[in-house]
């Protein structure tokens, strides 16, 4: 019985395979009136695709026919148990019963909004049977891990089109935070301009109708297990596949491709069942002016290697969110930094400073006061200040560990960048510029003897980083409870200044780490413990913490709901160790013993460990957030244009000066036009700029030592004002500025 009904099952297959097989690449089509250079689709297209579809359909069947004999011999059907998060129990038939047919049994709504399937903890394809009873839970759209299931189905749609469009060859296709793109270096057989053919904005509308027409047709993701042999011969005219195929995956074994249409694609899956679960997809629009994105970058990340092509694109599973996002871009388009930076004259960036933002005076205002905010909190609770160098002997981030850890970004050359780290060479000396301050803060430890009555040891340093890591601590193991409460505390007082929620993650044991693996057990569990007394829900983010130590992220989120990761919080035993720090315990001992590990775990010394935090992260970067955010209307505190004085005439301007004056006096930043605009022009002016407050002041305002105030957020007093003797204002706005509100109500 078993061999009849496995040469059925095979039969089966070997019908459905004739018919996939048949599926003809599409020849070109062109778009009326268009030409050879704008056709939709290359005629003839590339030989590889029907190449890899040969392989694919003659691989498939062999490998259905295999498993068909399999199941029934080896691994016959089995009455299985299903376990959904409820606790409910559905029987289903091992190598028979899908996560979909689960889905579908339970409701018709429920298999057509989910898009993945999680089982046992692990994604799992929809339409991929089930081999033993196992735990079920579907993920949709809405879940973190199902966006990016979507994302990467949907940036094969994008790859189709654009091996279609352009017969290009196909590097990475990844998701990633809003959307996904594909990576591709352009065959020069295949294009028009003898020098090789860009991306263009004019492509995209090809693109969008190449990928509208795969979405439509349904395209099953047919998943394949591969040999290495195999594989580089199925992507043997893709230079860059065959040099992944050799690179990731060992001789002798096998891994996995996908298939939708007529793209294959070297891929660990799991995938969506099929483009139709795709209902709006665009080619992204990620700047105020360009309608897409599309960058080069290099293969593998080194500029010696090819230049490749990007092209970003977005998918929901419903228009209407197309339609939220596209208003979205355009809201975000107005709040652009960069746009707002400039219309407000508060900074800008040049070519010859890459990255670097220039203040002008009215940003190093917002800059300072984000400083000074940090100051006075940082005195609060118990820092010092100190200021250490700028530039290094490289040795002090070999002894750190960063140095090894980065060698992989390492050039023979005068000058390199070694992931954040900018090294040259000085009197056959190497030396690096500072990306981080805690390397130095470990020498200004060593650099006398510390005793356990001046721990915990808190430093705050503002020297001049490419990183900006603003604060670190130094303790023993026994305060470390509460100096991660202060730490958690810390943050979320800032944080609620500026009106941000956020979220923690636990980042845990990256691939790539120093030290053993109970020390890093025991820094997880501290870590863990904290955000549990702590009170604010968070996650786990396995692998992803520093190669010194794990560490709390804390992900904040803007007025647009964009989040941005900024503040880290860091548990360090690797540093002191390596730094070979103690500090005396108190305990009886006659001599400092020798500095090693023996030593610290001594009864008179003892190892501290430190606590590294960055709380606002880059203060410069955490501008552009705040300037986004508040899309240039900045609260009051914050402000770098708090009071506009308008003389309603020439002969108020000595007033209009009075007044300016004792504002200044005052620590506010005020300002008195005294140009030759009308008055109108004047208040209009310091409308459009955002000032806070508009004084208006005139003949009558000036004999009575009064002020006629304008609120810029008090729609009610833009009209007419409000008069205001001029010590009662300048008394409220004080307070206002105190006390840090985001409401400018006085």
Excluded at 199 to 221: C, N
Excluded at 282 to 304: C, H, I, M, P
Excluded at 442 to 457: A, D, G, Q, T
Aim: proline residues 5%; glycine residues 6%.
């Amino acid at each position: 019985m078993a061999d009849q009904a496995a040469a059925e099952v095979a039969g089966k297959v070997a019908e459905v395979t004739d018919k996939v097989k048949n599926m003809s690449v599409k020849k070109d089509k062109k778009p009326k009136g268009g030409d050879a250079a704008s056709a939709l689709e290359l005629s003839p297209p590339p030989s590889y695709i029907q190449h890899r579809i040969d392989m694919f359909d003659r691989l498939k069947k062999q490998y259905d026919a295999e498993v068909a004999v399999k199941r029934f011999a080896a691994k016959p059907r089995e009455t299985i148990k299903i376990t959904l998060p409820d606790g409910k129990v559905i029987e289903g038939t091992s190598w028979e019963t899908t996560p979909m047919d689960i889905a579908k049994g339970i409701s018709k709504s429920l298999s057509e909004k989910i898009v993945i399937a999680k089982v046992d903890g692990n994604l799992f394809d929809l339409v991929r049977p089930l081999e033993q009873s196992c735990s079920l839970r579907f993920l949709t759209f809405d879940d973190d891990e199902g966006k990016k299931v979507y994302w990467h189905s949907s940036a094969h749609v994008l790859g189709e089109a654009c091996e279609l469009h352009y017969g290009c060859h196909l590097c990475i296709g990844p998701p990633i935070e809003e959307g996904f793109y594909y990576e591709m270096g352009m065959d020069r057989r295949h294009v028009t301009k003898k020098d090789g053919r860009a991306v263009a904005e004019t492509d995209w509308a090809s693109l969008e109708q190449l990928a509208k027409k795969a979405i439509s047709e349904k395209q099953p993701f047919e998943r394949l297990v591969v040999s290495k042999t195999d594989l580089l011969e199925m992507f043997k005219d893709n230079k860059y596949k065959v040099h992944i195929i050799n690179d990731k995956i060992p001789d002798g074994t096998s891994t996995t491709v996908y298939r939708c249409g007529p793209l294959i694609d070297l891929c660990y899956g799991p995938h969506i069942p099929n483009t139709g679960k795709i209902k709006a997809f665009a080619v992204t629009k990620t700047g105020a002016k360009q309608r897409v994105q599309n960058s080069a970058s290099y293969f593998l990340g080194d500029a010696k290697n090819d230049s490749l092509q990007r092209v970003y694109g977005i998918s929901f599973p419903d228009a209407k969110q197309m339609k939220e996002y596209k208003q979205f871009l355009e809201e975000a388009a107005k709040r652009d930094h960069r746009k707002i930076g400039q219309e407000q004259e508060l900074f800008f960036f040049h070519e010859l400073s890459p990255g670097s933002c220039f203040f002008l005076p009215h940003g190093a205002r917002i800059y300072n006061t984000l400083i000074d905010l940090q100051k006075s909190e940082y005195r609060k609770r118990g820092f010092h200040e100190v200021v250490t160098p700028n530039m290094f002997n490289v040795k002090l981030w070999e002894t750190s560990g960063h140095w090894q850890n980065y060698q992989a970004w390492i050039r023979n050359i005068d000058v390199v960048q070694q992931e954040d780290m900018f090294s040259l060479d000085v009197e056959k000396e190497k030396f690096a510029l500072k990306p981080m301050n805690c390397p130095s803060h470990c020498l200004m430890f060593k650099h006398r003897e510390r005793s356990y009555r001046e721990l915990p040891l808190r430093l705050a340093d503002f020297g001049v980083l490419h990183r900006n890591e603003a604060s670190g601590a130094l303790t023993g193991l026994t305060r470390l409870g509460t100096e991660m409460d202060g730490c958690l505390d810390f943050l979320q007082h800032i944080y609620g200044i500026f009106g941000f929620t956020f979220s923690l993650k636990l980042s845990t044991r990256p691939e790539k780490f120093l030290g053993e693996i109970e020390q890093w057990n025991k820094a997880e569990a501290l870590l863990e413990e904290a955000l549990k007394k702590f009170g604010h829900p968070w996650e786990l983010n396995p692998g992803d913490g520093a190669f010194y130590g794990p560490k709390i992220d804390i992900v904040i989120s803007d007025a647009l709901r964009r989040r941005h990761q900024c503040a880290t919080i860091q548990l360090d035993f690797q540093l002191p160790e390596r730094f070979q720090l103690s500090y005396r315990t108190g305990e009886a001992s006659a001599s400092k013993p020798e500095e090693s590990k023996a030593a610290a775990t001594s009864a008179a010394f003892q190892r501290p460990v430190m606590i590294h935090r960055a709380i606002l992260g880059s203060v410069e970067r955490m501008i552009a957030i705040l300037t986004e955010n508040f899309a240039g209307k900045w609260p009051f505190w914050l402000s770098p244009r708090q009071v506009m004085i308008v003389p309603v005439g020439v002969t108020n301007f000595g007033y209009a000066e009075q007044v300016r004056e004792k504002l200044q006096h005052a620590g506010l930043y005020a300002e008195a036009d005294l140009s030759d605009s009308t008055l109108n022009k004047k208040v209009r002016n310091a409308e459009i700029a955002h000032w806070n407050f508009i004084f208006v002041v005139g003949n009558q305002e000036e004999e009575s030592g009064s002020v006629n105030c304008r609120n810029r957020d008090d729609p009610n007093s833009k009209n007419r004002g409000e008069v205001y003797p001029l010590e009662v204002i300048l008394g409220k706005l004080v307070s206002l500025k105190e006390s840090k509100s985001l409401r400018q109500e006085i």
